[in-house]
């Protein structure tokens, strides 16, 4: 597999993963509102991810952008660890989102400056939905935070449970060292500090405690994945992969 | 105002506003139908919802999810608009909670297969427009605006579905069998939505009398089944129904009998997923309760209200 794919997936993973999840709110949105803005937010997501399906597709040369979701198996998905991990209650999917958003806007910041111009496409398109996205979340945070003692313990929880899967974000290995020399990728080691300053002014607005460091996982990027994975990605592709010959 | 000038007005063809003088029965009729509307959009959204994530393609899903959030929002502007009624969105919630409200039946049914997806557009959506664009004539203002707005999207809705069928009939062996078992399984129950004979249906006339209804559940049924028959062969499905017979006389499809004991038994609670909706529903309110209160709260320490 070529780097540049590589790097492309990777991306795309994180839409498509994190896409899947939200949908799951569909009908189940503590408010009809709410259902809405995370309908909204999902499909974003999709829209991102076939966005940079198609332009791993067009590397790739054979598959499709559809066979690029639905026919690999979790070994060969290079999504964060964070982004399939289970919703779980609003207020974790919303710490989650926090989490994710935060970075991403910063990513796709400088995404948007890369040398390759689908890339730099992509992000600055996608950058004007996470911009809403991040928005989103951090509101909702600083909301169930500084809302009833309840909700306060229980996003406290959530982000005490999350903080684990954030080191990923800013790990630098091979292909990233690559597509930073040729100035196509984001170092996103340099990222980590607003990225900490952004969530610590958040947190603090929101009442909540920073958890301390603890013991991170990290992995997803090289398709090292919990079993939630595999079960989001058995249903997602249940029917194509079922019918193998069918076009829908 | 009184029920001479209230009824001029509407002979006339003027709309009634939020705020004009009207008989209570004509308010009582519309909060039961608007919230009726209302509570189908958001039920409806389950059946439907359960098949984003195994949506079979990128293009697929994503059709599907604008399609179900366009639902959410229809119910967005049909709770507003009842709410011009004088009835809170909450007391909307518990009736249908408590089972004094209802929705259409139609969504009490399962969706067994992708096909589903199709048959849904097609005929649910289908029936639901003939509906709607009759409504877009009903007295109430706020309800007509509200039908104006959402007939337009529903008539991509219907598209989508037709789309999904249509390749569907086309596609595989198998994809062929789904187009054909969801379109048997969903055609009865479809033009059940109009609801009863009009000889059957009590309400009726005060509802052409006030023009909250334009046309009858017949007229608007008949209406339905000639529009979508011939859309049925073209992609070369089976309506399963052996009567059903183009009348050169009438100028209309003579169809079979409709089975109301059926009808009436998913209307009373005893359809296949009647529990299933409502208990969706409610668990998804109740476990919202927290968020809800949390942002009450943070609201009034903030003074946002």
Partial sequence: MSTLLKYTLRIADNSLILGQRMAEWCSKGPTLEEDIAMSNIALDLFGQANGFLEYASKIDGQKTADDLAFKRDASNFYNFCLVEVENGHF??????SLLFDTFYLLFYKELSKSQDENLSALAFKSLKEIKYHFRHSQNWIIRLGDGTKESNKKV???LNNLWKYTDEFFEIDNVDQIMIDQKIGVNTSLLKKEWTEIIESTINEAKLIKPSTIKMITGGRDGKHSNKLSSLLKEMQ???????NAKW | MSEKL?????DSEKKIEPKDWMPEKYRQHLIRQISQHAHSEIIGMQPEGQ???RAPSLRAKMILLAKVQDEAGHGLYLYSACETLGISRKELINQLHEERAKYSSIFNYPTLNWADMGAIGWLVDGAAIVNQVSLQRTSYGPYSRGMIKICKEESFHQRQGYEIMAEMANGTKEQKAMAQDALNRFWWPSIMMFGPHDADSPRTGNAMKWKIKRQTNDELRQSFIDKTVPQAQVIGLTIPDPDLKWNEQRGHYDFGEIDW???WNVVNGNGPCNKERLDHHKRAHNEGRWVREAAKVYAEKNKLN
């Avoid at chain 1, 207020?91 to 989650?96: F, H």
């Avoid at chain 2, 209230?6 to 509407?10: A, G, S």
Wanted: glycine share 4%; proline share 7%; aromatic share 18%.
């Fill in chain 1, 156 to 158: 406290q929880e959530s």
């Fill in chain 1, 238 to 244: 249940y029917l194509p992969r079922k019918y193998p």
């Fill in chain 2, 51 to 53: 098949w984003i994530n």
């Fill in chain 2, 6 to 10: 209230f009824q001029e007005k509407i």
């Fill in chain 2, 261 to 263: 004991k059926e009808f």
């Fill in chain 1, 91 to 96: 207020g974790n999917t919303m710490i989650r």
